[in-house]
């Protein structure tokens, strides 16, 4: 059972590249999320979507897009990658919103480096 | 905007003993939803224990229970009979409910069990 799988786990670039993280669930989901995670900050939430086709910003969304085309996939685009976003990005799904019974089932994470 | 507050960036327990990590938040909603997770070395995340704020009763799971004091707005976490595979970073994060499907995260605090 995969769970959550993010492509790819490293990746470095520089200033002004861009690039798109890939996260597939395979436990059939409706929610999907991407965090990144910076020393001594937690885990900002980026963009989330409640369901195919739907995208919506989170606490940190500026520099990044997202796109929902498929229930099983969320893709996390860089369009000109800034030093300011060196970060470890986690992906994550959810059967239903957090707050109930449902609980964030995640990725490994991808360590992204712009130089 | 709701806030979650870890006051330890880190802290130290022996095998076998028991530790207590503290969290705070705050809140005007009077229906919310509390989440410890923890982050271990390989850096997946996963739910330790969840707490519905309408419920009076402590959650419990295995070794791990809390202290939620819904007065105080603090929700701790205690972990008993320490294990080397405890060892991690373990965050707190909230949930407003309703359809506010964002999670909010404490900065974290890592945990080092002494053998």
């Known amino acids: 059972n995969a769970g959550v799988t993010q492509t790819p786990k490293f990746r470095v670039l520089k200033t002004g590249q861009s690039m798109t993280l890939l996260c597939a669930q395979d436990?059939?989901?409706?929610?999907m999320y991407w965090y990144r995670q910076d020393p001594g900050m937690g885990l900002r939430l980026i963009h989330y979507?409640?369901?195919?086709?739907?995208?919506a910003k989170g606490e940190v969304p500026d520099g990044y897009n997202v796109s929902r085309l498929k229930k099983q996939n969320f893709l996390l685009g860089l369009e000109s990658a800034a030093p300011s976003q060196t970060s470890v990005y986690f992906c994550?799904?959810?059967?239903?919103?957090?707050?109930?019974?449902?609980?964030?089932?995640f990725g490994e994470g991808s360590r992204l480096t712009v130089l | 905007a709701q806030t979650v507050t870890q006051s330890q960036p880190e802290m130290s327990v022996q095998e076998a003993e028991t530790v207590t990590l503290s969290c705070t938040y705050d809140?005007?909603?009077?229906?919310?939803?509390l989440f410890w997770y923890k982050q271990p070395p390989s850096r997946q995340m996963i739910l330790v224990i969840r707490?519905?704020?309408?419920?009076?009763q402590n959650a419990t799971e295995n070794r791990f229970s809390v202290n939620f004091q819904k007065a105080a707005k603090s929700f701790s976490l205690k972990i008993s009979d320490s294990q080397l595979g405890d060892a991690a970073m373990y965050f707190c994060?909230?949930?407003?409910?309703?359809?506010?499907?964002?999670?909010?995260f404490g900065k974290g605090t890592l945990l080092t069990v002494n053998p």
């Open positions: 994550a799904s959810s059967y239903m919103w957090t707050g109930k019974a449902g609980e964030l089932f």
């Open positions: 436990m059939n989901h409706e929610y």
């Open positions: 979507s409640v369901g195919e086709g739907t995208t």
């Open positions: 809140t005007s909603e009077s229906d919310y939803y």
């Open positions: 707490q519905e704020a309408y419920k009076q």
């Open positions: 994060a909230y949930n407003s409910g309703g359809s506010n499907y964002k999670l909010t």
